[in-house]
């Protein structure tokens, strides 16, 4: 009996068959007759730490980044100058005044009733002349698409000046000259409500 026993224990080794049970430790392997203690895990190897600041240092303090995209920059308000929407409006209304004024011009050589700055189609007056309404108005859209300061106050005293240009007109031609007279009041306007819209100097208050 002892010698059948024996004889199979040798013959369960020999087909691949463990005798026991594997320890925790050891892995499945593809061959059950030849198990395989498992490998331990190297560990991994971190980065060594990196080295403590120098004596002294002071470590920037965390914040918003100062970068500011050149497009969205907002412009500095300069006494002086006038808002973004005052600005727009005033180019805007002059714009207008110098189209008007090229309205006059065409009118009044169509009807043959010239005005004194252009004179009559038979002797015309030299172009320099022609284009005197125009250089006032065209100065001050200039100025203002060139975001210069004090527009209001150019802009009343251009439109005083045309307006003289076009009371000429009041012996000659009568209703091309209130056309004129029109459009020197609406630049007036214009330039007066314009006002509301100029950067101010800061006022200095006393520190009670």
């Not at 004194?116 to 007056?125: A, H, T, V």
Request: aromatic share 8%; with cysteine.
């Amino acid at each position: 009996v002892k010698g059948v026993a024996r004889s199979a224990a040798i013959g369960a080794r020999v087909a691949g068959a463990p005798s026991r049970h594997p320890s925790p430790d050891m892995v499945r392997a593809m061959d059950f007759g030849a198990p395989t203690r498992a490998q331990p895990v190297p560990a991994a190897q971190l980065p060594p730490p990196p080295p403590p600041p120098p004596a002294g240092f002071a470590a920037p303090a965390a914040g918003p980044t100062s970068f500011v995209d050149p497009t969205l920059a907002v412009p500095p308000k300069i006494a002086g100058r006038l808002t973004q929407a005052w600005r727009f409006a005033f180019t805007f209304g002059w714009a207008a005044i110098v189209v008007g004024y090229a309205a006059v011009w065409e009118s009044s050589r169509v009807i043959g009733l010239s005005t004194w700055w252009l004179g009559p189609d038979s002797e015309p007056r030299l172009l320099l002349m022609q284009l005197l309404p125009f250089y006032g108005p065209l100065l001050v859209t200039i100025a203002a698409i060139s975001n210069l300061r004090n527009l209001p106050y150019l802009g009343i005293v251009v439109a005083v000046i045309n307006a003289a240009i076009g009371a000429g007109d009041l012996g000659r031609v009568r209703w091309i000259a209130t056309v004129e007279l029109v459009l020197a009041g609406a630049a007036l306007c214009i330039s007066v409500a314009s006002l509301a819209g100029m950067y101010r100097p800061a006022r200095a208050y006393p520190v009670t």
